[in-house]
């Protein structure tokens, strides 16, 4: 396998590299860094003992692969600086949010393979959830490839791209909220005289159980909850006050806010 290049190794990109050496037991000398921040560099060589660099034009000549992973506002101006150096060789596979197959083939000078995808931060422990959608020119062993490559930090799924804007609402930004509402869930405990510490951990791992009941039960979760939800018990008395509220709305709404914004990236 060629080299793996990652332009971009803020808390995304080192999550990703960082889960494919230590779940995927990919050797450290299979990739190079490359960020702008020294002390980024600098860290992510003592941690992971990767080679790094400084100069994304460095990128091109060494790895057939290169993930980019900087932000969505920095993306134009390098892209556009290495597109010279960018043949049919190379793979670019883009974690960059918001944007688009046919951006990234605009500022990429049209010759690279493309893959874009949707991770979310729980990749870091293995557990992460990875959307990915190939652009026209990628060929069915990149797929298998970037398939490979992320099912080791996770969960991988393809989808059409008229998807993306969704994905990264529910699963990109997703954990933010599933941690809102578990730290909401805590502060309720905390409030019924359950210590912190104790509140967090109950809340933390109530809400692990449930997602890998559910996963590997196979069960529709208003079964679930009809399973949990004896007639008259306690479990009913909390349903029963959040089917009157105004929850499922207000995550609703979350979720377009965020759809929302991912679609002004991709405009931007």
Do not use: W
């Given at each position: 396998?060629?080299?793996?290049?990652f332009?971009?190794?803020?808390?995304?990109?080192?999550?990703?590299?960082?889960?494919?050496?230590?779940?995927?037991?990919?050797?450290?000398?299979?990739?190079?860094?490359?960020?702008?921040?020294?002390?980024?560099?600098?860290?992510?060589?003592?941690?992971y003992?990767?080679?790094?660099?400084?100069?994304?034009?460095?990128?091109?000549?060494?790895?057939?692969?290169?993930?980019l992973?900087?932000?969505?506002?920095?993306?134009?101006?390098?892209?556009?600086?290495?597109?010279?150096?960018?043949?049919?060789?190379?793979?670019?596979?883009?974690?960059?949010?918001?944007?688009?197959?046919?951006?990234l083939?605009?500022?990429?000078?049209?010759?690279?393979?493309?893959?874009?995808?949707?991770p979310?931060?729980?990749?870091?422990?293995?557990?992460?959830?990875?959307?990915?959608?190939?652009?026209?020119?990628?060929?069915?062993?990149d797929?298998?490839?970037?398939?490979?490559?992320?099912?080791?930090?996770?969960?991988?799924?393809e989808?059409d791209?008229?998807?993306?804007?969704?994905?990264?609402a529910?699963s990109?930004?997703?954990?933010?909220?599933?941690?809102?509402?578990?730290?909401a869930?805590?502060?309720?405990a905390?409030?019924?005289?359950?210590?912190a510490?104790?509140?967090?951990?109950?809340?933390?791992?109530?809400?692990?159980?449930?997602?890998?009941?559910?996963?590997?039960?196979?069960?529709?979760?208003?079964?679930?909850?009809?399973?949990v939800?004896?007639?008259?018990?306690?479990?009913?008395?909390?349903?029963?006050?959040?089917?009157?509220?105004?929850?499922?709305?207000?995550?609703?709404?979350?979720?377009?806010?965020?759809?929302?914004?991912?679609?002004?990236?991709?405009?931007?």
């Open positions: 396998m060629d080299k793996i290049g332009l971009g190794v803020g808390k995304m990109g080192e999550a990703i590299l960082g889960s494919l050496i230590r779940t995927a037991g990919m050797p450290p000398s299979q990739f190079i860094a490359c960020d702008t921040n020294a002390g980024r560099l600098a860290l992510i060589r003592r941690r003992k990767v080679k790094v660099v400084d100069d994304a034009d460095a990128l091109p000549e060494a790895c057939g692969t290169i993930f992973a900087i932000k969505p506002q920095d993306l134009d101006q390098v892209l556009e600086s290495l597109a010279p150096a960018l043949t049919r060789k190379h793979l670019l596979v883009s974690i960059v949010a918001g944007k688009s197959l046919a951006r083939q605009e500022l990429s000078g049209g010759r690279p393979r493309l893959v874009r995808v949707m979310n931060l729980n990749v870091a422990v293995g557990a992460g959830m990875c959307v990915f959608t190939p652009g026209a020119t990628a060929r069915a062993a797929r298998r490839l970037v398939a490979k490559l992320l099912s080791s930090c996770g969960e991988a799924l989808l791209e008229q998807h993306f804007d969704a994905v990264t529910l990109g930004s997703g954990p933010a909220f599933f941690a809102y509402v578990m730290q869930m805590a502060r309720g905390e409030a019924l005289g359950l210590p510490e104790a509140a967090r951990l109950l809340a933390n791992q109530t809400m692990l159980g449930t997602a890998k009941t559910l996963r590997e039960g196979g069960q529709e979760p208003d079964a679930f909850i009809q399973t939800c004896s007639p008259k018990g306690t479990t009913a008395a909390g349903m029963a006050v959040l089917e009157k509220s105004t929850v499922a709305r207000a995550l609703e709404r979350t979720l377009k806010a965020a759809a929302r914004r991912s679609r002004e990236l991709n405009r931007g």
